[in-house]
């Protein structure tokens, strides 16, 4: 098999050639059709994120074909199209994950090569309308976007949705899932061709968060978002509550730009505001995630497809995030 590995710390993958893969008890082998990147990958290869112990093949998503089963596992999965679930260990509460959760791709080898050994518990059956890229590309941003809008976020049609800094996989799914429902949607970005892109897939219109006040003209233009769907965390986090309807929700899947400056504990009690972590999802996420994706017949939004020898050019792409949707790998 070949594997694209992280050698060390803020140095490309390095192409290896490894031996076959066996299934341990429990366990099947996958061969890799396709596979994509998340922000995880790239926060890995630059050393900024916890628990890195190499060499280890990177990849949280992946779809294929079983090749193999171990013992305990029933045949019938043998020769089956599956994707991946890259949540490990998530435990018996639905609303917390357990202490042992973790992600596939780190620490156990990932979805970077031409096979990988995955438990049996983390296939679904790939979905019929969905090639092989596009099931690639919806585990991990589509699960945590899931968890966000319906576990967390209590979404329901008709409710007014503000989607902060449309354009990364979970916030691009996030948009595509909850007008899939009947939701009214609304971005922000400081991307204008970004804004222009959501509109393309269902948006309502966007407004660039650089901008002094752009939440003052949302609410004048629009008025306060039901749910708030954000990443981003930071200076921006005051403008958010402000923003939000009275009884409103903000869901926050990451703090990519870091702690809040500040909470307005007046706001957060007067407006009766809830504020609600969210990360990754349940198997039961997973599952309804890839059921909604079939029932309405949901695309995911790939920007761009590499080879697999070619994940380093589309992780080095990710600094700077021009993307809009999922890098995926073709791996053949």
Same mark, same amino acid.
């Given at each position: 098999?070949?594997?694209?590995?992280?050698?060390? +710390? +803020?140095?490309?993958?390095?192409?290896?050639?490894?031996?076959?893969?066996?299934?341990?008890?429990?366990?099947?082998?996958?061969?890799?059709?396709? !596979?994509?990147?998340?922000?995880?990958? @790239?926060?890995?290869?630059?050393?900024? @994120?916890?628990?890195? +112990?190499?060499?280890?093949?990177?990849?949280?998503? *992946?779809? *294929?074909?079983?090749?193999?089963?171990?013992?305990?596992?029933? *045949?019938?999965?043998?020769?089956?199209?599956?994707?991946?679930?890259?949540?490990?260990?998530?435990?018996?509460?639905?609303?917390?994950?357990?202490? &042992?959760?973790?992600?596939?791709?780190?620490?156990?080898?990932?979805?970077?090569?031409?096979?990988?050994?995955?438990?049996?518990? &983390?296939?679904?059956?790939?979905?019929?309308?969905?090639?092989?890229?596009?099931?690639?590309?919806?585990?991990? !941003?589509?699960?945590?976007?899931?968890?966000?809008?319906?576990?967390?976020?209590?979404?329901?049609?008709?409710?007014?949705?503000?989607?902060?800094?449309?354009?990364?996989?979970?916030?691009? %799914?996030?948009? &595509?899932?909850?007008?899939?429902?009947?939701?009214?949607?609304?971005?922000?970005?400081?991307?204008?061709?970004?804004?222009?892109? /959501?509109?393309?897939?269902?948006?309502?219109?966007?407004?660039?968060?650089?901008?002094?006040?752009?939440?003052?003209?949302? /609410?004048?233009?629009?008025?306060?978002?039901?749910?708030?769907?954000?990443?981003?965390?930071?200076?921006? @986090? /005051?403008?958010?509550?402000?923003?939000?309807?009275?009884?409103?929700?903000?869901?926050?899947?990451?703090?990519? !730009?870091?702690?809040?400056?500040?909470?307005?504990? %007046? +706001?957060?009690?007067?407006?009766?505001?809830?504020?609600?972590?969210?990360?990754?999802?349940?198997?039961?996420?997973?599952?309804?995630?890839?059921?909604?994706?079939?029932?309405? &017949?949901?695309?995911?939004?790939?920007?761009?497809?590499?080879?697999?020898?070619?994940?380093?050019? !589309?992780?080095?792409?990710?600094?700077?995030?021009?993307?809009?949707?999922?890098?995926?790998?073709?791996?053949?």
């Amino acid at each position: 098999m070949k594997a694209m590995t992280l050698v060390g +710390k +803020k140095v490309p993958l390095e192409l290896q050639q490894r031996v076959d893969l066996t299934p341990d008890p429990g366990q099947v082998i996958v061969k890799l059709n396709a !596979a994509a990147l998340n922000r995880r990958d @790239y926060w890995i290869t630059v050393g900024l @994120y916890p628990g890195i +112990k190499p060499p280890v093949v990177l990849g949280s998503d *992946g779809a *294929g074909i079983v090749s193999s089963c171990g013992d305990g596992v029933d *045949g019938v999965w043998e020769g089956q199209e599956v994707i991946l679930n890259p949540g490990i260990g998530w435990g018996e509460d639905p609303a917390v994950q357990s202490d &042992q959760f973790h992600i596939l791709g780190l620490p156990e080898d990932g979805t970077f090569a031409s096979e990988v050994a995955v438990s049996v518990e &983390q296939l679904h059956r790939k979905p019929d309308c969905l090639t092989w890229e596009q099931s690639a590309a919806i585990p991990l !941003a589509g699960t945590t976007a899931y968890r966000a809008l319906f576990s967390q976020g209590n979404v329901k049609s008709g409710e007014k949705i503000l989607v902060t800094g449309i354009g990364g996989g979970v916030a691009t %799914f996030a948009l &595509q899932f909850a007008t899939a429902i009947g939701a009214e949607v609304w971005v922000s970005s400081s991307s204008v061709a970004k804004i222009d892109r /959501a509109i393309s897939l269902g948006a309502k219109g966007g407004f660039d968060y650089r901008e002094e006040g752009w939440e003052k003209r949302f /609410a004048a233009t629009v008025g306060s978002p039901d749910l708030i769907i954000d990443s981003a965390g930071g200076p921006g @986090y /005051a403008a958010l509550m402000g923003l939000a309807a009275p009884g409103g929700r903000i869901i926050n899947y990451g703090a990519t !730009a870091g702690a809040p400056e500040s909470i307005d504990m %007046f +706001k957060l009690f007067w407006k009766q505001l809830r504020l609600q972590g969210s990360t990754m999802g349940s198997p039961d996420d997973f599952s309804n995630m890839v059921d909604l994706v079939e029932k309405c &017949q949901i695309e995911p939004v790939i920007d761009a497809v590499y080879t697999l020898e070619d994940v380093n050019q !589309a992780i080095d792409q990710m600094r700077s995030s021009p993307q809009f949707g999922k890098y995926v790998l073709e791996i053949s």
